[in-house]
């Protein structure tokens, strides 16, 4: 009970003395820190820059990303607001003390609680400097000297001198020779998992010194675009595209490089190197690195077409999730983490071996590889969270012997049809316990906080029926916001009150189990200077929380407006905190 109040006057405390300079800005300055929850924003709402995660506790990336969209990746299909650049893919955040700082010589820095992580740029010689970091609505970070009177210098560090795996507009790839630095692309290891992995996209000089793309794995050309000629690579299968995507390849004396403009970044133009060795785009459709040519000398990726693999197709760059809801795979083999295998490589050692039935990643970081010899059918033994690949069956033209074949398939149709009844009987009746069990402990815990607190609730279970007729079947103009795990409606109960209705999304992550814990905490946080939790609905894969309604908004709507803030004086505010703790 003390805990929960020191925490709560904390929080109020870090609200009512927010440091102003942590708004909305495109530029850290000299003695200012970007931590966790902080994040730069270019001008014009393009592209932002912060720490990020893959859903532990620990924020241990600094990345760019598109300004709240999400980038599509055409093939193989991949839809995440994913990072067009990290700056420490090698070096991860060891705590949740992750900073981004500027020293007064000018150090650009990621620092943690026990000292630096990685110095992303150390200007020489060592001398008290004027300097800031800008981000661009290109999403360029720009580290620059200023003169006193704060006009720009000079440039000390960029981030498009030092891309990861995803191309840019306005980015290189080349060589620079007169200083000899390289711009490449180098794919990541695993899907969450940033550190450098086996492919990497360069453009090197063919035989006659002609400038072309490749890329290579381990060393070996595994694809060449070939020579640039007439505007185009003459081995990539170029087709028609849009006139706001310009391609520009320059060859003299200072640098070799290619590059690409486009008009605007409405559609997000990206170019990414992907972990299994292709190039993908995303809405730009140039088609110009969709068919590189392979190499000759990339041995691995010729593929032997053994007879026990007649009735499979292997689909470069793209993997079949088996769904394993009622199998287990056994006859497993990890192959040692020294071989530094992405789930391609993976896919090709199964491929060849013919007493392999499936792969899968090794760790839960999605790295590594395992194959298995056998594929069973064990419901009760399962693992409902471990993602297995198969090869998919080749499609055949065969002669059908139709009686049969439409017998076989009403009964297979009969069967379906009693199994998905089953299982829906089932589910309905699995909710309802789900259902009652919630409702019974959550007022259980009620009975016990409202002991210790002024609080007079009664917890109800509402149907979804009655949370569509509140919502007006959640209707656009009664939403009031949206955050990482699901939307806020404005709702109206048939008896006249007024209710906020939080639903989750499909996406958010969250299972009933989450859900039940996430539901308990709010119910032991109830307070009387708090927002009220009235019940919650568990129907038809909904997952949905009701709050009474607040007509005023919130604490920080009054706090966070430089105009309304004005209407607090220090005597309601100290009468908050005295409320609170």
């Not at 924020?59 to 055409?74: E, Q």
């Not at 299909?77 to 420490?88: H, M, T």
Request: hydrophobic share 35%.
């Amino acid at each position: 009970m003390a805990y929960s109040s020191i925490f709560l006057f904390l929080i109020l405390v870090c609200f009512l003395f927010r440091n102003p300079c942590h708004s909305e800005t495109d530029t850290l300055q000299q003695g200012q820190e970007l931590k966790d929850w902080d994040e730069l924003v270019s001008s014009n709402k393009v592209f932002s820059l912060k720490l990020f995660t893959f859903g532990t506790m620990v924020s241990p990336y600094l990345g760019i990303f598109y300004k709240n969209n999400n980038i599509t990746y055409r093939y193989p299909l991949i839809y995440r607001n994913k990072a067009v650049w990290v700056a420490n893919r090698n070096n991860p955040i060891p705590d949740m003390y992750g900073k981004l700082i500027i020293d007064v010589h000018g150090k650009f820095s990621i620092l943690s609680s026990g000292g630096t992580v990685l110095d992303l740029c150390s200007p020489n010689p060592l001398a008290a400097r004027n300097a800031s970091a800008k981000l661009l609505d290109t999403g360029n970070l720009v580290l620059q000297e200023l003169h006193p009177d704060g006009s720009v210098k000079r440039v000390l560090w960029q981030s498009f001198d030092h891309p990861t795996d995803t191309l840019l507009p306005g980015m290189k790839l080349g060589i620079n020779l007169k200083t000899g630095h390289r711009w490449s692309l180098t794919s990541w290891e695993g899907e969450t998992l940033p550190v450098r992995g086996s492919f990497t996209l360069a453009v090197t000089e063919d035989l006659n010194g002609t400038g072309q793309m490749v890329i290579l794995k381990g060393g070996n050309i595994h694809q060449m675009s070939g020579p640039w000629c007439n505007g185009e690579f003459i081995n990539s299968n170029k087709i028609s595209f849009g006139s706001d995507v310009r391609l520009y390849y320059v060859s003299n004396e200072t640098e070799q490089s290619f590059t690409y403009l486009t008009k605007s970044y409405d559609s997000f133009p990206a170019l990414w190197m992907s972990e299994s060795g292709d190039l993908e785009d995303s809405t730009l459709h140039t088609g110009l690195f969709c068919a590189l040519t392979s190499s000759p000398v990339h041995a691995q990726s010729k593929l032997e077409m053994f007879k026990c693999r007649d009735d499979y197709t292997f689909y470069i760059g793209l993997d079949f999730h088996f769904p394993t809801k009622n199998y287990i795979f056994v006859d497993e083999y990890e192959y040692h983490e020294s071989h530094n295998m992405t789930l391609y490589d993976c896919k090709i050692f199964c491929w060849n071996n013919c007493s392999c039935a499936a792969y899968s990643y090794a760790t839960k970081n999605r790295t590594g590889c395992k194959t298995y010899g056998k594929m069973l059918y064990n419901p009760a033994e399962a693992n409902q969270d471990k993602e297995y690949y198969t090869f998919r069956d080749r499609v055949k033209k065969k002669k059908k012997n139709w009686f049969w074949l439409i017998i076989g398939a009403g009964f297979l149709a009969l069967v379906l049809s009693c199994y998905f009844l089953y299982k829906k009987l089932h589910l309905k009746g699995k909710v309802r316990k789900i259902q009652k069990l919630l409702l019974h402990q959550l007022k259980r815990l009620y009975k016990n906080e409202e002991t210790h607190r002024n609080i007079n609730n009664d917890l109800h279970y509402f149907t979804f029926k009655s949370i569509l007729f509140a919502t007006n079947n959640f209707s656009r103009t009664n939403k009031l916001g949206e955050g990482g795990f699901g939307a806020v409606y404005k709702g109206k109960l048939v008896d006249g009150q007024e209710i906020a209705v939080k639903r989750l999304s499909h996406g958010s992550g969250q299972g009933i189990t989450e859900f039940m814990n996430e539901t308990k905490l709010i119910a032991k946080l109830q307070h009387v200077n708090l927002v009220r939790l009235l019940g919650c609905c568990i129907e038809k894969q909904e997952k949905i929380l009701v709050y009474e309604y607040m007509p005023n908004n919130s604490l920080d709507y009054f706090l966070l407006d430089p105009r309304k803030k004005v209407l607090l004086g220090w005597k309601d505010r100290f009468a908050i905190i005295d409320g609170i703790a």
